[in-house]
């Protein structure tokens, strides 16, 4: 029902974009969000945005470097990656929520992603 894509390898300092293909079944009129994870981290909330990309949700550690944004009509969720560190390689899952605005509870999203590996070497 999710499917998150445009994960890789780069340089400290780079951007990529990654995406995530739903359902409209899915996602019409529900929160998305963006998670990762990494080696023996627990999984952790990186960006949300509302049913209609009008209220977005940032982690302190990427906010004024990633944007979340969505395609409504599309079904599509993206998240824009800039100035990279190394400490944000983890594996990147995206979420579907039980409501319409976006919220950083892992416990509020019913429906996942198989992530995607994102590495930012030093």
């Known amino acids: 029902q999710l499917q998150a894509s445009g994960g890789g390898l780069v340089q400290t300092g780079g951007s990529m974009t990654l995406s995530c293909a739903a359902s409209r079944r899915t996602v019409s009129n529900n929160a998305m969000a963006w998670f990762r994870q990494a080696p023996g981290k627990e999984r952790e909330f990186v960006a949300g945005i509302s049913w209609n990309g009008g209220t977005t949700l940032y982690a302190d550690s990427v906010k004024g470097r990633f944007t979340i944004s969505r395609a409504y009509a599309a079904s599509t969720m993206y998240l824009k990656m800039d100035s990279l560190k190394p400490e944000d390689t983890a594996v990147y899952y995206c979420?579907?929520?039980?409501?319409?605005?976006?919220?950083?509870?892992?416990?509020?999203?019913?429906?996942w992603g198989q992530g995607t590996q994102v590495t930012v070497s030093s």
């Open positions: 979420a579907a929520g039980r409501r319409s605005i976006a919220s950083s509870a892992n416990t509020d999203y019913t429906s």
